[in-house]
């Protein structure tokens, strides 16, 4: 005779195996439905079929996120053997960098991760950091002046959104620096300003102007610029 058993283990617990006597030794057994065929040496004799259950351990998902910059999904309480899915998202200027663990070591690069909850708490970061960002300075007239962008003569930069460069207009001889013309609604006179790269994309303008004199105005003592 074959005996079917299948063992079913409730919420919180996991099966182990099967401890399988009076068929001489006592067999174990961690296969599970289990077909057991009854031995003619155990006829007259009554046979145990036993399923063990043990206590399915869990442990924690901890994903640690910045202030700023995104937010995470998968923190929680799994079962040994579950699967886990992490999701890191990232804010608008911001892209994600990967995960890292206590140490800061890379363990993933993707933003969205499934693996299988192992015997211990796992703990993962979510790292971002601000995308990528140019600013460009237009010139009224390059042979009026010049630009400094953080010391280096230079009208281009590349860094990243949120970014701060100190940005200097020197006139050559014979001119001056007007002003800047940072938006549609935002101007500034002065030589020296700290910026802020707030998009992906930015751009200033900067006007110089000649030095005055009797031939640089007209009726009115409107500056006249080239």
Known sequence: NVINATATANTGYRFTSWTITGMGDT??????PLDVTILPIAAGND???????EVHPQHTVTLTIPEIGGTATGSGT??????VTINAIADDNFIFTGWTDNNGAIVYTNSTN?????TSDVELTANFEYR????????N???????????EATTHYEGHINDQVEIVAVANDG???VMWNLSADSNS?????????????CGINALFAKNLDINDANVDNTVIFS
């Open 132 to 139: 990528e960002a140019t600013l460009d300075i237009t010139i």
């Open 78 to 83: 799994y079962y040994e053997g579950e699967m």
């Open 27 to 32: 067999t174990i057994s961690n296969v599970n």
């Open 141 to 151: 007239n390059p042979a009026m002046g010049y630009i400094l962008i953080n010391g």
């Open 175 to 177: 001119y001056r620096f």
């Open 189 to 201: 006179t002065e030589g020296t300003i700290t910026y802020t790269l707030g998009h992906a994309v």
């Open 47 to 53: 046979v145990t079929i036993t399923a063990n259950f």
């Open 114 to 118: 499934t693996f299988v909850m192992g």
